[in-house]
């Protein structure tokens, strides 16, 4: 397990874009857990997928929100 993982990273369930379009507030926590991942020493392939997936999600719900705006 990563230094950086509480242990429960790996237990949140794969969100969509879509989620995290219309859940935004749910934004900025996602992405300090994918800050802290992507600062660790941890090896990539000891990055859960489900990290991998909602970072992903995130970044691009984010990035779609800011071209409505």
Known sequence: ???TSNGTDSDMPARSWKYYAAHPAEIEPMQEICRRWAGSNAPVSEQPAVITTNCRA?????SQLQLTQ
């Open 1 to 3: 397990m990563s230094e």
């Open 58 to 62: 995130a970044a691009f719900a984010k």
